[in-house]
C-alpha cells in the first residue's frame, strides 16, 4: 500500500519567515495530493491540493509544488502569520483506490513573534 | 464546500460499556465513508471504509468484531466501539467526498472525542 513520508516533524520559524514542509510518497499511482490544516482538537481543514496533471498551485500565500518523477511534493507558506501556527499533514490518494488518503505524519508549524 | 457533521462531539464512559458514533453527510449522499483514529500528536490513522448496503473494509490491525461499522444509507454511517477499553481512548473522525467531486476531494466530520475510564 502506500506510505507516505513527512519532514520536518516540528518547524519553527519567525513571524514574516517562510516554511517549507516535504513529503514523499511510494505508489506512483497515486494521482491527488491535499494538505490539511488541523487545530488542537479540531477537524483536519483542507488548505490546498495538487492533482498529478500540474506541477504547482498557489492560493495566496499558500503555495504546494509536485514533482512526480522524485514522488515528493511540499508545502510552501510565505510570510507566516502566528494563525499559521498548527500541525499539516499531507496525504495522498489515488483514483480507483476507493478515494482512500493515506496521511503523513504531520508537522507542527509554530510561528513565533 | 461539503458538510459532515459527527455526533456525539464527546462521550465519556466506563470500561466494557459500548459507544455509538455517528457521522452524517449534510448536504450530499456519500456510497462511502471512512473512519479514523487520532491519538494524541498522532497523525490520522485509517480504521475502516464504510460502504453503504455492503460490509466495511478494515484497516489490517482493526479488529472488525470489536470496531462495528453500519452504512446503512447515503447519509449516514455509525462506528460502534464495543466494550471500550482505556486504551480505545482517542479522537475518532469520520470523512466523506461527494461522488461528483473530481479526483477524492474529502471532508471531514468535526470528530469525537471517547475517554474511557
Known amino acids: 500500500g502506500e506510505n507516505v513520508e513527512q519532514h520536518p516533524s516540528t518547524l519553527s520559524v519567525q513571524e514574516g519567515d517562510s516554511a517549507v514542509i516535504k513529503c514523499t510518497y511510494s505508489?506512483?499511482?497515486?494521482?491527488?495530493f491535499p494538505w490539511y490544516k488541523q487545530e488542537l482538537g479540531k477537524r483536519p481543514q483542507l488548505i490546498i491540493d495538487i492533482r498529478s496533471n500540474v506541477g504547482e498551485k498557489k492560493d495566496q500565500r499558500i503555495a504546494v509544488t509536485l514533482n512526480k518523477t522524485a514522488k515528493h511534493f511540499s508545502l510552501h507558506i510565505t510570510e507566516t502569520q502566528p494563525e499559521d501556527s498548527a500541525v499539516y499533514f499531507c496525504a495522498a490518494s489515488k483514483t480507483g483506490g476507493g478515494n482512500k488518503l493515506t496521511f503523513g505524519t504531520g508537522t507542527q508549524l509554530k510561528v513565533e513573534l | 464546500g461539503a458538510v459532515v457533521s459527527q455526533h456525539p462531539s464527546w462521550v465519556i464512559c466506563k470500561s466494557g460499556t459500548s459507544v455509538k458514533i455517528e457521522c452524517r453527510s449534510l448536504d450530499f449522499q456519500a456510497t462511502t465513508m471512512f473512519w479514523y483514529r487520532q491519538f494524541p500528536k498522532q497523525s490520522l490513522m485509517l480504521m475502516a471504509t464504510?460502504?453503504?448496503?455492503?460490509?466495511?473494509?478494515?484497516e489490517q490491525g482493526v479488529e472488525k468484531d470489536k470496531f462495528l461499522i453500519n452504512h446503512a444509507s447515503l447519509t449516514l454511517s455509525t462506528l460502534t466501539v464495543t466494550s471500550a477499553h482505556p486504551e480505545d481512548s482517542s479522537f475518532y473522525i469520520c470523512?466523506?467526498?461527494?461522488?461528483?467531486?473530481?479526483?477524492?476531494?474529502?471532508?471531514f466530520g468535526p470528530g469525537t472525542r471517547l475517554t474511557v475510564l
Open positions: 505508489d506512483s499511482a497515486s494521482n491527488y
Open positions: 470523512s466523506a467526498g461527494p461522488g461528483h467531486h473530481p479526483y477524492n476531494e474529502q471532508f
Open positions: 464504510s460502504n453503504e448496503g455492503s460490509k466495511a473494509t478494515y
